[in-house]
């Protein structure tokens, strides 16, 4: 099972930008795994921002235009640009991973601690 440590988050103004990094286990091979990120915003409940895979990449209808995701295998990392903020992207962002060898449109099964991002106006 791999584990995901997320790091990037922050405090930015609205319009600013963030990239989000997803850490995998060293030495996994990420190209056997989707790998998405998850906005838990106070109050609501989890969403789904953004999925990558060997055969798919995903956007939620608020990231797309704004955030990109992409992965770099030799590292082991999966990231999230995030431009162009809006209040309402403050959340905790988690990434988490798939079952090996299933695309985004499989769920997840193992979650990061996540990390905070706040977007004021």
């Known amino acids: 099972q791999l584990q995901l440590v997320e790091s990037g988050g922050g405090l930015v103004q609205a319009g600013g930008s963030l990239r989000l990094s997803c850490a995998a286990s060293?030495?996994?091979?990420?190209?056997?795994?989707?790998i998405g990120w998850f906005r838990q915003a106070p109050g609501k409940e989890r969403e789904g921002v953004s999925c990558?895979?060997?055969?798919?990449?995903t956007y939620a209808e608020s990231a797309k235009g704004r955030f990109t995701i992409s992965r770099d295998l030799a590292k082991s990392t999966v990231y999230l640009q995030m431009n162009n903020l809006k209040p309402e992207d403050t959340g905790l962002y988690l990434c988490?991973?798939?079952?090996?060898?299933?695309?985004?449109?499989?769920?997840?099964?193992?979650w990061g601690k996540g990390i905070l991002v706040a977007v004021s106006s």
């Open positions: 988490a991973h798939g079952s090996k060898y299933q695309n985004c449109k499989y769920g997840m099964n193992s």
């Open positions: 060293s030495g996994l091979n990420l190209d056997y795994y989707s």
């Open positions: 990558i895979s060997n055969s798919d990449e």
